[in-house]
């Protein structure tokens, strides 16, 4: 019964290095969009595309023009945005 006696301490060290290694591998990318005059933009679309032009995440900008995208993989992005009247 020796051998069991290891298993809880290494299971914990096991899960806590695959959530970290899982969670170092997300990232974040943040933004604000503005007219050419400096004001924020409410409202606007922003797609975010991936290496081969295709849609990867898409939102919409909050009142203060800012806009999140959350647990992306690691690579290059484009970012469109798009509002009626711009």
């Known amino acids: 019964m020796r051998a069991g006696r290891h298993k809880g ?3 914990l060290f096991l899960y806590l ?3 970290g290694a899982i ?3 997300a990232a974040t990318l943040e933004g604000t ?3 050419p005059k ?3 933009v409410p409202g606007a ?4 595309l991936g290496a081969q032009g295709k849609e990867v995440a898409h939102t919409v900008t909050d009142e203060q023009g800012r806009f999140p995208f ?3 993989a690691a690579g290059s992005y484009t970012y469109n945005v798009f509002l009626a009247g711009f």
């Open 9 to 11: 301490p290494w299971f």
């Open 70 to 72: 959350r647990g992306l």
């Open 38 to 40: 400096g004001a924020d």
């Open 45 to 48: 679309s922003v797609r975010l």
């Open 23 to 25: 969670s170092a591998r």
């Open 17 to 19: 290095f695959l959530t």
């Open 33 to 35: 969009i503005a007219d």
